[in-house]
């Protein structure tokens, strides 16, 4: 079966009279393969939105290739465009059609029975208010009625950019729960968002994308594998003194105001046993797993820096592939991680 | 199929469009109510003491019309110069009896005049919508949203210029029917018919017709501007810039420099000549040919409807060309 979405070395430049030349992909590869909850994940400005819209055809790439259900796109959208809904970037709509016109203008284009108007409304919880004006709606409304209208035709794969964008607490968790709903049903979900706690609850997969190039990909267990440190945070009373003890041990340790962070440490055991030998005793032994905001931070280098305000364009750009620079970790697992070589920051 | 019923849907669920058709319905209403209002059916004396009066115009017009074709005749200058020009135009047969009814709404004479201005006002309309219609899917997003779901833009793009297009003209057409068969009504009940010929008939039909043509033009060339400008505002800031830049402006430049005919490089003036069947402009210098034995020296010339259908055409195949080869390889937000 082939991949549901395959994009290989897509770039896109944008140039402007007054903005000038803008690189928004440099080489961009991302692979989604049938019933994965994909997640896309990179900073502000980072390539994201232009990767689905040069997807959907609405941007035209400068080179590389993309292909949709097999099907080169997008040249073959047309063929293909009836097993996929979509929304990109913040839901727009004709202010004075009410939701339901709206919906009721796209089924007519799109072939889908009318019927199907009211399921989809029903669905993302607009069914009471579907009547009003969308210039009336807030924020998460209009999001509803965006998801609402690319759920219209039944996707087989489901686009959703920023679908949380607006959405109350419980909006997210609904969300949450369509999402999950529509995977378990056998659609596959690519998902970009800024709130990474949700994605890693609900995506399997992910890639991550930093200044038009993918820094990682692969499923999200493996990525946060991938830096998974195996550190351990632990208090004592005497911190210097074991300190000493775990350095002795050839273990790398890091002094914190009120803990210390051990490193490599595979069995807590034998930190345990090589205190309590020295007669220190541990208050406190919490394993230090990455998630995803952890990681994505690192991969992108977006840390935010006490005092020094991080700007859009603040962060990592990763090297080429051509530079031979990728490192592909747990390459079985079809992890790919690829890091920069010198760090390098974003220049003006 | 299905994305012409829905555009057609979104065209018809546009408040602008309903907007402007309910300005466009009260603006006819109005000219309407005010010649019906303006009008009375004449009683027999007006109609006698008229008569009266034509008769004494016609007998008047007879001496100048017969010493007119006597001096083209004989090439006699003292007469020639007086009339300079066809003497068609001192003919008796012009003098009509309902010229001398004051307040009485005559359809044959006032219709065509009344016909030019739902000519401006649906080309107005035309204008204003095209350019709206996708001005405002550009700006919305509606276009996005349509491309999503058929990603064929030049299909998408042909069809709302089509739809558009169909509307217009059908608007167009039941308004023209329902605004003549109004005056007509007129002066049938508080008016007078004239008399209408076949040469009456055939002249207004071909006025309506190229009317409605010039309405399709300005509303493809207010939809293209609109599309190339990505913005309603487009259409309206190249229409106004058009119009005081070239038309005043360029006008005035032109006279300072002497252009010859500085009338010939206006587009009003193709406007006027397809719409009215010619024009018949001045030039402001340049030779020409004295008519014999007469010192006058006619720097008339005439622009024709084909050459107003050639350069309007011309104009609106550029624009809505220019359109969809820009948005064929366009990024859209």
Partial sequence: MPAVIQIDGLRKTFTGVRRGRRVALDGFDMLVEPGQVHGFLGPNGSGKTTTLRTLLGLVQADSGRMALFGEPAPQRLPAVVGRLGAIVESPQFFGNFSGRRTLRLLAVAGGVPPARVDEVLEQVGLRDRADERVKGYSLGMKQRLAVASALLKRPELLILDEPANGLDPAGIREMRDLMRGLAAAGVTVLVSSHILAEIQQICDHVTIISRGRRVAAGPVDAVLAGFDHREFRIRVADQTRAAEIIASAGLPVTTHADHLVVADLDDPARLSQALGEQGVWLRELTPLTPDLESVFLELTDTRPRPGVPRQVDDSVRPDRPADESQITLGADDGLQITVSADDERAQP | ?333
């Avoid at chain 2, 065209?11 to 010649?35: D, H, N, S, W, Y």
């Avoid at chain 2, 608007?171 to 004239?194: D, N, Q, T």
């Fill in chain 2, 1 to 333: 199929m299905n994305l012409v019923r829905a555009e057609i849907g979104r065209l018809a669920a546009r408040r602008f469009v309903q907007l402007m058709v309910l300005l466009l319905g009260t603006a006819f209403g109005v000219t309407i109510a005010t010649t019906l209002a303006g009008s009375h059916q004449p009683t027999a004396f007006e109609v006698q003491v008229a008569e009266a009066q034509a008769a004494n115009q016609r007998a008047n017009v007879q001496r100048w019309y017969a010493e007119c074709l006597e001096a083209e005749r004989t090439g006699a200058s003292e007469l020639s110069a007086r009339y300079q020009g066809n003497c068609e135009d001192v003919s008796p047969d012009r003098v009509d009896a309902s010229d001398f009814l004051s307040g009485v709404f005559v359809f044959d004479q006032q219709i065509l005049d009344l016909t030019y201005f739902l000519i401006a006002f649906l080309c107005l309309f035309g204008f204003l919508v095209g350019a709206s219609y996708i001005g405002a899917d550009l700006t919305s997003g509606g276009m996005t949203n349509l491309l999503l779901w058929r990603p064929q833009r030049m299909v998408v793009l042909g069809t709302k210029l089509g739809t558009l297009l169909a509307g217009v003209l059908g608007l167009s057409v039941v308004a023209s029917a329902l605004y003549l068969g109004s005056f007509r009504l007129i002066a049938e009940v508080r008016g007078l018919p004239g008399a209408p010929d076949a040469p009456f008939w055939t002249d207004l039909g071909l006025t309506v017709t190229r009317g409605l043509l010039l309405v399709l033009m300005v509303t493809a060339l207010g939809f293209a501007a609109a599309t190339l400008g990505r913005h309603t505002s487009a259409a309206l800031g190249v229409a106004a810039a058009y119009a005081v830049v070239w038309e005043a402006g360029g006008r005035i430049v032109m006279g300072i420099v002497d252009v010859a005919r500085p009338d010939q490089l206006m587009l009003s003036s193709y406007v006027i000549a397809w719409v009215g069947g010619e024009i018949r402009l001045w030039a402001m210098s340049g030779e020409c040919a004295p008519q014999i034995g007469s010192g006058y020296c006619d720097l008339s010339y005439h622009i024709l409807w084909p050459a107003g259908l050639v350069v309007l055409l011309g104009l609106t195949v550029l624009a809505v060309g220019g359109a969809f080869a820009t948005f064929r390889r366009r990024d859209l937000a």
